[in-house]
């Protein structure tokens, strides 16, 4: 029995970075699942995976989509510098992110019914 293996092709990426890149690849036809903290409160990365027979297909749409992007000068993540970030976001922005799901997580306590 052949033994399927799935293989990352976009690692630690922000959630909603993680849905366009595979959709993307489902627009071309390539089976795609997700890894990572994609639930109710995501925190972390989200990781892309992919066939092993799809890897470099799969790589090469996000190469070429990556080069266009750059023609463009969309690079859809920016820090507060200005540059583009790496892949999730900067760390600026997920301490951020860290500090709005704390504070929502403390509000929801505060106002439950057994304090």
């Keep these: ?25 489902g627009a071309e ?36 989509a990556t080069a266009g992007d750059d023609e463009r000068g969309d690079h859809g993540f920016e820090d507060d510098n200005g540059s583009a970030a790496l892949a999730g976001g900067s760390p600026l922005h997920r301490r951020r992110a860290v500090a709005a799901l704390a504070l929502a997580a403390l509000v929801v306590v505060a106002r439950s019914p057994w304090w």
């Design 29 to 64: 036809g390539i089976v795609w699942t997700l890894r990572g903290a994609d639930g109710v409160y995501p925190v972390g990365g989200t990781d892309v995976l992919v066939f092993e027979q799809d890897v470099d297909r799969a790589r090469e749409l996000l190469a070429l």
């Design 1 to 25: 029995m052949a033994t399927v293996r799935l293989v990352p092709v976009a690692v630690d990426c922000g959630a909603f970075e993680a849905r366009i890149i595979a959709a993307r690849l």
